[in-house]
């Protein structure tokens, strides 16, 4: 599965932004599908991801203010981000997690800038 992850850009604090991930392959069975960021000098961590039954799960850090949604019928998977802060400011990559038995697939969307000035 390749990922192509868009929407990412320059925002006052308070904004709003909508990231997308388009898959070139059905995501209607990927196990569970999500968004990473990875800010300057930071680990990457997780800020939500939704399983293929729709269960959702968010960072605390972002509960509330993020929305993770996925469009089977357009293979495509986003986060709608309210009230965005300065300490959102990140490379944003999308993450589509697979697995069968023993057998675990991870792949990963290029990345999005997005830049929250205050």
């Known amino acids: 599965v390749q990922l192509q992850a868009s929407g990412g850009g320059f925002v006052q604090a308070g904004g709003s932004l909508r990231l997308s991930c388009a898959a070139s392959?059905?995501?209607?069975?990927?196990?569970?599908m999500g968004w990473y960021r990875q800010a300057p000098g930071e680990q990457r961590e997780m800020v939500a991801t939704?399983?293929?039954?729709?269960?959702?799960d968010y960072a605390d850090s972002v509960m509330g203010r993020f929305t993770v949604s996925r469009d089977n019928a357009k293979n495509t998977m986003f986060l709608q981000m309210h009230s965005l802060k300065p300490e959102d400011k990140a490379v944003y990559y999308c993450?589509?997690?697979?697995?069968?038995?023993?057998?675990?697939?991870?792949?990963w969307g290029q990345g999005t800038q997005v830049t929250v000035s205050s």
């Open positions: 392959e059905r995501i209607v069975s990927i196990n569970i």
């Open positions: 993450n589509a997690h697979e697995w069968l038995g023993h057998y675990e697939w991870d792949y």
């Open positions: 939704i399983t293929a039954g729709g269960n959702t």
